[in-house]
T-cell receptor
Framework: AQSVTQPDIHITVSEGASLELRCNYSYGATPYLFWYVQSPGQGLQLLLKYFSGDTLVQGIKGFEAEFKRSQSSFNLRKPSVHWSDAAEYFCAVGAGFQKLVFGTGTRLLVSP | GAVVSQHPSRVICKSGTSVKIECRSLDFQATTMFWYRQFPKQSLMLMATSNEGSKATYEQGVEKDKFLINHASLTLSTLTVTSAHPEDSSFYIC?????????????FGPGTRLTVL
């Protein structure tokens, strides 16, 4: 069965520090992997996606993620966090954009 | 980018009543829309796939008679929670699929918080 694990419920990072959000997945075939961000009152916004090719994927807002098949991971990174990055982040897996399976989310708090 | 709206953003109703939630794709047409349910501190759970002009496809464990989905046009899908009970209180999120030359992408609405008293 498909599943996504985000082991960190909350993460607090100082503004300007680097960030890594963890995501592990279980999927029977070649996975399509996604990271979304959810801010209060707004819909989920796609940060980046991996379908195939280069395993290091660049997204919007300075985010990147690396697909590691051997570790079944797709961790999200940002070299320098801004206060506006505080939000809920969801990792998801699916076959294309159909029937996405989401992780439980990681809430990012940014301290001054 | 593509925008998806939901109405209402919040609704409080009495137990036993029905509530309709609308999902609209504002600047594109969507043959396929999805309805999700999100419990506090939990992930989004797909409830059903809504296809324009045909019956919705429900995920296992979702009662189709309780959660009525209608996708009457390429820009509107509705979810009606019938005879709502307190356990139906949740955050309901829809998404709409935009098909372009680069492939499909889902765009999400801001969600509707339903509270059943």
């Amino acid at each position: 069965a498909q599943s996504v694990t985000q082991p960190d419920i909350h993460i607090t990072v100082s503004e300007g520090a680097s960030l890594e959000l963890r995501c592990n997945y279980s999927y029977g075939a070649t996975p399509y992997l996604f990271w979304y961000v959810q801010s209060p009152g707004q819909g989920l916004q796609l940060l980046l996606k991996y379908f195939s090719g280069d395993t290091l994927v660049q997204g919007i807002k300075g985010f990147e993620a690396e697909f590691k098949r051997s570790q079944s991971s797709f961790n999200l990174r940002k070299p320098s966090v801004h206060w506006s990055d505080a939000a809920e982040y969801f990792c998801a897996v699916g076959a294309g954009f159909q029937k996405l399976v989401f992780g439980t989310g990681t809430r990012l708090l940014v301290s001054p | 980018g593509a925008v998806v709206s939901q109405h209402p953003s919040r609704v409080i109703c009495k137990s036993g009543t029905s509530v309709k939630i609308e999902c609209r794709s504002l600047d594109f047409q969507a043959t396929t829309m999805f309805w999700y349910r999100q419990f506090p501190k939990q992930s989004l759970m797909l409830m059903a796939t809504s296809n324009e002009g045909s019956k919705a496809t429900y995920e296992q464990g979702v009662e189709k008679d309780k959660f009525l989905i209608n996708h009457a046009s390429l820009t509107l899908s509705t979810l009606t929670v019938t005879s709502a009970h307190p356990e139906d209180s949740s955050f309901y999120i829809c998404s709409a699929t935009l098909t372009s030359r680069g492939g499909d992408e889902q765009f999400f609405g801001p969600g509707t918080r339903l509270t059943v008293l």
